[in-house]
């Protein structure tokens, strides 16, 4: 059953990457194959990365060679005693999307969304391409063995490895010393969100702009829990793992994937160069369906998720994150709720321009920063997590996932807790729950012909297998 779920995560993933406006939510099938570690939610705050992100790093990238010997992390075959599988190049080459990152520039339609920009390189050589479909690191900081032709390697996600690569093999290595030389520490959720989103939704240095998706580029669609558990695994949460590290329920991650999805938008929104196109704002922070839909058709609500609409005719920010980061909060704390809710209809009205969308958007990300050590240091039980799950269901039935990205966010956010309340026997029948989220999912097909009211009655069927 279990690698039915996972069969069918990497398909949802095949599709994403090939569709152009058409993403498919994820379908989960609920397991109940847990460790014992990963029953327990630890306490510990997130672990604040002592280096910056992997790209921005000083020390020098040394190339994917340097990992791939076979008695290094090159094996064909998992050893029995190691505390690592040894094979994680083999996984990473084979079978992960991030190793053929480079080579989908290469193909007709990369090209012809760097003909339709103006590029003067194509779109294997152009730093707007390469700083996301491969590891865009400067000259200086290259090894003499880096390749920039393999994609989104090692060392782009776990830092460069000019310290840390003797170190981590050392007698008495530890995980503690691997970091302060420079290993980015991907098994905290805080760090993983800032590093996943810096390119699957893009932060002050790198972003698929309205400009990008306008000459071809996908629109971007990501949740951090979903996509973690979609990738092709190279390494297994055992007792030796949870010694070394701290094991993250997939709700949290979650979570802490939304505060930061929040925080890093505000940023974008804010920034004098990512956050304007002449004289326009950069309209891919905004919601896409605001203005892609036949004229003929009446969208616009005088009610929103943030109270009253400021007026009918403007361009609404994608709050779709906000409100998953809301239903997250009111769960914790109720004065929490009422921050992100107040402060999101702050901004609405500030953009609109009611206000300073400078201020209150810096004040939306504290909110949001705020409830980063919340939930990381708040045990999710399952009586938190049925309420998340039911606020997110509750929103939509009350129209609030009237736009698509809502929509496509509530349901990867109800997959992820559903597969917690599934762990810990919090379904009552689980078959049920599997079969109304597929329902579900079916209903965004296509964000271009996606219908809320269809959404809405599948939501209702999902509701009634969350109440026990």
């Not at 630890?42 to 672990?47: E, H, R």
């Not at 094991?247 to 929040?262: C, L, M, N, S, T």
């Not at 943030?306 to 914790?332: C, E, I, K, Q, T």
Request: hydrophobic residues 40%.
């Amino acid at each position: 059953m279990r690698q039915f779920w996972i069969l069918l995560k990497r398909e949802f993933l095949r599709l994403s990457w090939v569709r152009v406006m058409t993403p498919i939510a994820p379908t989960i099938v609920l397991t109940f194959l847990i460790t014992p570690a990963l029953a327990q939610l630890s306490a510990a705050p997130p672990i604040e990365p002592p280096q910056p992100l992997p790209y921005l790093s000083q020390h020098q990238t040394l190339g994917t060679v340097t990992c791939a010997s076979s008695l290094c992390h090159g094996s064909i075959k998992r050893w029995k005693d190691s505390n690592v599988l040894q094979n994680e190049y083999v996984t990473w080459s084979r079978t992960d999307k991030h190793a053929k990152a480079y080579n989908k520039l290469l193909n007709a339609q990369s090209q012809k969304i760097a003909r339709n920009l103006g590029l003067k390189e194509a779109a294997h050589e152009s730093k707007i391409c390469l700083d996301c479909h491969a590891h865009s690191i400067p000259v200086e900081r290259q090894g003499e063995r880096f390749k920039s032709t393999d994609g989104i390697t090692c060392e782009a996600c776990h830092g460069p490895a000019e310290l840390w690569v003797k170190s981590h093999v050392e007698p008495n290595a530890s995980h503690a010393r691997n970091i302060e030389n420079g290993l980015y520490p991907t098994s905290d959720a805080a760090s993983r969100a800032k590093l996943c989103l810096a390119c699957h939704f893009g932060n002050k240095d790198k972003l698929v702009t309205h400009r990008l998706m306008g000459a071809g580029h996908p629109r971007m669609s990501f949740e951090l829990d979903t996509f973690t558990e979609i990738a092709p695994k190279h390494f297994v949460v055992d007792k030796d793992y949870s010694e070394r590290k701290r094991v993250w329920e997939g709700a949290k991650v979650w979570a802490i994937g939304q505060a930061y999805a929040v925080t890093d938008s505000m940023d974008i929104l804010v920034d004098e160069k990512q956050g304007r196109d002449g004289l326009f704002p950069e309209l891919v922070l905004f919601d896409c369906h605001a203005c892609h839909h036949p004229m003929s058709e009446g969208r616009w609500k005088p009610k929103t998720a943030f109270g009253p609409s400021v007026a009918p005719g403007l361009v609404r920010l994608n709050d779709s994150n906000m409100l998953m980061l809301r239903a997250v909060a009111f769960a914790l704390d109720a004065n929490a709720g009422e921050r992100i809710s107040n402060q999101t209809r702050k901004l609405h009205r500030a953009v609109a321009g009611e206000g300073d969308a400078r201020v209150e958007a810096m004040a939306l990300k504290k909110v949001a920063a705020d409830l980063v050590p919340l939930i990381s240091e708040r045990t999710l039980d399952i009586n938190t997590i049925r309420a998340i799950a039911l606020r997110l269901v509750d929103d939509g039935l009350s129209g609030y996932y009237s736009d698509y990205a809502a929509a496509e966010q509530a349901a990867m956010a109800i997959s992820s807790v559903g597969s917690f309340l599934g762990k810990q026997g919090g379904l009552r029948n689980t078959a049920n729950f599997n079969d109304n989220l597929r329902k579900l999912n079916i209903s965004l097909a296509n964000d271009e012909r996606y219908k809320p009211q269809e959404f809405i009655a599948r939501l209702r069927d999902v509701r009634a297998t969350l109440v026990r």
